[in-house]
């Protein structure tokens, strides 16, 4: 008899519910997929990097400008689907949650990847200061003269200036971005600490079914919260708001953290899903945890809707030239990048949110996953929409689709073949489940009332 089995018949669970917990049924075989995976992840990074490869070489027609961003299209918007497993796992502790200990291990397996996405997004930063600045402008002497730029130079260079401390004229060599740089190394202390930590109580939990560990890892997400609250805003103004230094907004934040816990659960629903359709996880993730995945979905669906339209509402109330040509740039009747907004009206918000309005949707995992399936499609042309417009910005060029558009497909798939390749090795090396959580029972007989 299993330890877990023991324990649910010793007063620490119901009898009738311990035949769900057969290895059969919430294990994979360990090592399986493990070729696969590896494979995976390594063809997924190969992708990405001869994107980048190819515009160094000018390759097709490319450029390094349009290599670095169809780059960071994908790899950003995977990191942000890991953020956004990082926070549910940290969410889900903060409030004691108890019917997500069937669901909460694969939340940790997708957010333990945060290491490697935030790998896979520093050689687009590194070609970006080798090179003084294609894709982020505000690494260019030639911007060093700017109003603006000169205004936010400290958040970029200090204690470095972009100006000479006697003349005070803006300087013709390039200067290193120390501040940058240093907060890109604390974003991945951060996220490698906290990735790291909650997945490895929860294994040890596997092992020990100590209680204390659920208390430690409540208190590491207290105040592990704080840290990726403002880790993720930052990384939002760093990595995008950025590419655009002319533009501000404080709501910024705000829209990446939405994004990423959207595409994040998305992601979560998915894999679940799929582990559901191989048979595994009966009994255990029932409909009603879809029920309230879905939930979560369709919350966070309408939370990114609510923020980008205040976002955009008060930047055409106020009327300020800097916050406005953001939109303005997009949404021109000649721009080709009108299109891709008014899709992602549609896509990103009105369909998701009349589609999982529907309680059926919510409770069938195929069709939930397909949402989520589309939902992480949308997410990633949100991020799109975001960084290819300023591939053309400041340049002269027209602006379109015309050369280059296999390395925008690729920047994007590269990244998440890269994640599949990783959950495929990742999900099997352990139990698919908590499976000594104390609120196990609790997420055995959840039922949903509303």
């Known amino acids: 008899m299993s330890q877990l089995t023991a324990d649910m018949k010793h007063g620490h669970g119901h009898t009738d519910k311990a035949h769900l917990l057969r290895p059969a049924n919430i294990s994979l075989q360990h090592g399986a997929g493990r070729g696969l995976g590896v494979g995976l992840l390594v063809i997924g990074a190969a992708l990405s990097l001869i994107v980048l490869g190819a515009g160094a070489a000018g390759a097709g027609g490319l450029s390094l ?9 994908g790899t950003i918007g995977v ?5 956004g497993n990082l926070f549910l796992v940290l969410a889900f502790h903060l409030t004691n949650a108890g019917w997500v200990a069937t669901i909460r291990r694969q939340a940790e397996n997708i957010a333990s990847y945060l290491p490697l996405a935030f790998l896979m997004v520093l050689p687009a930063l590194i070609a970006e ?15 060093y003269g700017d109003e603006l730029l000169l205004a936010k130079q400290a958040y970029f260079y200090a ?9 005070h004229n803006p300087l013709t060599t390039p200067v290193f ?23 490895k109580l929860s294994r040890q939990q ?18 592990g919260m704080v840290l990726f609250a403002l880790s993720t805003a930052f990384a939002g103004f760093d990595y995008l708001m950025s590419l655009d ?22 992601t979560l629903i998915l894999t679940l899903a799929r582990l559901r359709g191989s048979g595994k996880l009966q009994g255990v993730v029932t409909k009603e945890h879809f029920h309230d995945m879905g939930k979560l979905l369709f919350a966070f669906t309408v939370f990114w809707a609510y923020i980008s339209f205040s976002q955009y509402f008060l930047i055409w109330y106020s009327n300020i030239p800097e916050e406005t040509a953001f939109y303005l740039y997009r949404s021109d009747v000649n721009s080709p990048w009108r299109g891709l907004g008014i899709f992602l009206m549609i896509g990103h918000f009105i369909a998701p949110f009349l589609i999982i309005l529907v309680r059926g949707v919510k409770q069938r995992p195929a069709l939930l996953g397909a949402m989520a399936a589309w ?9 799109y929409w975001v960084v290819r417009p300023m591939v053309d910005a400041g340049d002269g060029a027209r602006p379109g689709l015309e050369n280059g558009f296999w390395a925008d497909v690729l920047g994007i798939v590269g990244p998440l073949i890269a994640l599949l390749g990783y959950l495929i090795y990742r999900v099997p090396a352990s139990c698919l489940i908590v499976k000594r959580d104390p609120y196990l029972n609790e997420a055995l007989e959840h039922r949903n009332y509303v």
């Open 177 to 199: 971005p120390v501040f940058f740089v240093l907060r890109t190394v604390l974003y991945g202390v951060i996220w490698t600490f906290l990735s790291r930590t909650m997945a």
């Open 245 to 266: 230094f002319k533009f501000f907004s404080t709501m910024w934040g705000v829209y990446f953290f939405a994004g990423a816990i959207f595409s994040g659960t998305a």
């Open 129 to 143: 200061i080798a090179t003084h600045g294609k894709l982020f402008l505000w690494l260019n002497p030639a911007y």
């Open 375 to 383: 939902a992480i499609l949308v997410h990633m042309l949100d991020i």
């Open 206 to 223: 596997d092992e020990s079914g100590d209680i204390a560990l659920s208390a430690r890892a409540r208190f590491t997400a207290s105040w």
């Open 159 to 167: 204690p470095l200036h972009i100006t000479d401390p006697e003349t």
């Open 65 to 73: 400008k349009h290599a670095i961003g169809a780059y960071m299209v």
């Open 79 to 83: 990191l942000a689907i890991c953020l």
